[in-house]
């Protein structure tokens, strides 16, 4: 993952794989390594986390009301 150039106030949109995504979650709340395994993210799952300088909250985790209703491509 690499950001280029975001301004102070900026959302920014972060796509990737599961693994990669729960990596980013850990390190970004500082939690230890060991808590990968407790974040879990289904396919096109949308997570939220709100950073304000050194503060940093997980708002939302795997949202996939979206989703309801959708169907797979035949």
């Known amino acids: 993952v690499a ?3 975001v301004e102070e106030d900026d959302d920014i949109a972060i796509v990737s794989h599961g693994g990669t ?3 980013l979650i850990v390190t970004l709340l500082g939690l230890p390594n060991e808590a990968i395994g407790k974040f879990g993210f289904s396919n096109s799952g949308i997570s939220v986390v709100a950073v ?3 503060q940093t909250a997980l708002l939302a985790h795997n ?3 979206h989703l309801d209703g959708a169907r ?3």
Do not use: E, F, L, S
Request: hydrophobic share 40%; proline share 13%.
């Open 3 to 5: 950001i280029v150039a």
């Open 21 to 23: 995504m729960r990596g």
């Open 52 to 54: 304000d300088g050194n």
């Open 63 to 65: 949202i996939t009301a």
């Open 72 to 74: 797979p491509r035949p």
